[in-house]
């Protein structure tokens, strides 16, 4: 795909509230406006890539852009998994993101455990994946905010 990587932020929204409590996997879902700017050329599926919540830490990420069709969605989405437990909630707060690779396509399950393994088949190969040097470069690019805990004497 030609827009990757692919560069985008957007505040945290409510989501469908199914991604904590079915397979217990978190996503922090964009507005429809940010996923309505997609590229035309980004299809759906599940890619890997770096995220960060407004200035904070960048970490490994794994996104979902599409119907999500084990849950019959009739909106497209494009939720963000996150590899790092959170102590609290972040809606409202900037998500920063870049996504710098495509795992695999779009699909539907049968279960909500075949959904389950999938996505964590998904976190497994991205974390592998973000290690290479062309993926791993691109956690400290321009683009994502410098922590405030490395700002040093307000520079």
């Given amino acids: 795909m030609r827009h990757l990587p692919y560069f985008c932020r957007g505040q945290v929204v409510r989501g469908f509230g199914r991604g904590s409590k079915q397979p217990g996997i978190p996503t922090a879902k964009f507005p429809e406006q940010v996923v309505d700017n997609i590229p035309a050329d980004v299809s759906t599926g599940i890619y890997h890539g770096w995220a960060g ?12 852009i599409g119907w999500n069709p084990y849950y019959n969605n009739t909106k497209k989405s494009r939720e963000t998994h996150i590899m790092h437990t959170f102590k609290e909630d972040f809606y409202g707060e900037i998500l920063n993101v870049a996504i710098v690779g495509h795992l695999r396509p779009e699909e539907n399950f049968d279960s909500l455990e075949s959904l389950i393994s999938a ?10 994946r973000l290690e290479l040097p062309e993926h791993l470069k691109l956690k400290e690019d321009n683009f994502f905010p410098v922590p405030k805990s490395k700002i040093m004497n307000g520079h």
Avoid: L
């Fill in 53 to 64: 919540v407004g200035s904070g830490v960048v970490r490994k990420t794994v996104v979902s």
């Fill in 119 to 128: 996505i964590q088949g998904d976190i497994e190969e991205a974390k592998k």
